[in-house]
């Protein structure tokens, strides 16, 4: 199973049975690695979106927590929130997110059962607004992935901007993504088994070629 670390792909499957998953959608770096291969991920993260504004959004988290303890001990649980919850599984990290705002998903990708994945344009999306909060290498990494099947990079911008609902300026985020300063070192990132090896440095330079005016 490609773009699953080992510890993950052995509970993935029993885990895609569950009923609780029906409704909600694989984001992050784990729907992206299944997608490309570009890297191993082993966090399951999971969310879902207001069908209509208003909705007041829940995580049903006593239901996911009796069901994900038929698949294998839960060592943890933390309640970040009444819409956000987090479950440490067979060493395996889970999040139940249900955000307050309009889906960014244009499309789900049908992967294992009950398990579906955000596509690409929405999990760069919603990278480059949790680049706000947090300057990861491997996010970086993974959006030179996308650039590098979508090169596009304008409107993954654009889309960035509309999930933010507009707080998250384009300015903003094309200096973020032109500025390799900000991608420190990412602890542990050879583990992952990176397909590409490539710098910081590298990546802000391939982004702002993509972002030169095509003669």
Request: aromatic letters at 10%; one cysteine or more; hydrophobic letters at 40%.
């Amino acid at each position: 199973m490609k773009g699953i670390a080992k510890h993950t792909q052995q509970i993935i499957e029993p885990v895609s049975r569950l009923d609780c998953l029906k409704g909600w959608t694989l984001v992050g770096g784990t729907a992206l690695a299944i997608q490309l291969g570009h890297r191993l991920s082993e966090d399951l993260d999971f969310m879902r979106w207001q069908t209509h504004k208003g909705e007041r959004m829940d995580v049903d988290w006593p239901q996911i927590r009796k069901e994900l303890e038929t698949v294998a001990e839960i060592q943890s649980m933390d309640i970040l929130d009444h819409n956000h919850v987090e479950f440490i599984v067979a060493g395996v990290k889970f999040s139940f997110y249900a955000r307050e705002s309009k889906s960014p998903v244009n499309h789900t990708v049908p992967f294992l059962n009950h398990i579906v994945l955000a596509d690409m344009e929405a999990i760069a999306a919603m990278k480059m607004e949790v680049m706000l909060r947090r300057s990861k290498f491997r996010d970086y990494y993974d959006l030179y992935c996308i650039f590098q099947q979508q090169p596009d990079v304008m409107k993954f911008v654009r889309a960035a901007g509309e999930y933010s609902n507009h707080t998250l300026k384009s300015k903003h985020i094309l200096a973020m993504l032109t500025d390799h300063h900000r991608f420190g070192e990412d602890q542990n990132f050879a583990q992952l088994e990176p397909l590409y090896s490539i710098s910081a440095q590298e990546i802000e330079t391939y982004i702002k070629n993509l972002l030169l005016p095509k003669v």
